[in-house]
């Protein structure tokens, strides 16, 4: 029973260890991932950019596209093709990638969500990304309740490889408070129709 044990406990050390090796070989072969330039925009619910709804167990949902979606309005709605991200998801090309997440918040708790700090490999295709969080005032719609800040950012992996996955570390900018880590992967869903 002791051998089993130990040997257990050797796997799992093993594993660790490659873990630990296979991101300290990633970023050796793909170099760094620098973000190139982004925004956000901080709107009412109501007015929906992205395609599909918020999970019931979070407030925050994002994607990577290592490519252009075949179509945006897969992804985005009327409402954001009319505005600043209508042709953004084109910048995922080559070595780079784009991140488009949301965050939706009370009214009295309005915030700005943005990449603001590192990026780095913790695996073969997963990537930790900092996204930093600004407390602001909304100006916008008197009715809006709940609000949503939509980011889109283009990074650029240095030597091509993008991850397939990453964890958002969202921080208080000021405070450096952790608003906790997200995961996010590809695109999975589409838009069917504009009251989804």
Known sequence: MRRRA?????????LASTAGCLTDVR???SGHIYQDHGYANLHA???????GSFPD??????????????DQRDVLTEQAMQGEFS????????????????????RDEAAFYNVGGPVRWT???????????????????????????????????????????????????????????HRVGGWTKQCSSSSE
């Not at 167990?57 to 075949?70: A, K």
Request: charged residues 25%; aromatic residues 8%; contains cysteine.
């Open 123 to 181: 695996g073969w295709n997963t990537a930790e990304i900092s996204i930093r969080r600004s407390a602001t005032h909304f100006n916008g719609d008197d009715d809006a309740d709940v609000l949503v800040c939509t980011a889109l950012t283009k990074l650029d992996a240095e030597n091509g490889g993008v991850p397939s996955e990453a964890t958002l570390a969202i921080r208080d900018q000021d405070t450096g408070e952790s608003y906790g880590n």
């Open 57 to 70: 167990d979070t407030d925050v949902r994002g994607w990577l596209f290592s490519d252009p979606p075949d």
């Open 6 to 14: 130990l040997l257990a406990s050797a796997a799992s050390f093993s």
């Open 45 to 51: 619910a109501a007015e929906q950019y992205v395609c």
């Open 87 to 106: 042709n953004d998801l084109l910048w995922a090309e080559g070595d780079s990638f784009v991140l488009l997440f949301e965050v939706r918040m009370p």
């Open 27 to 29: 970023r050796t072969v």
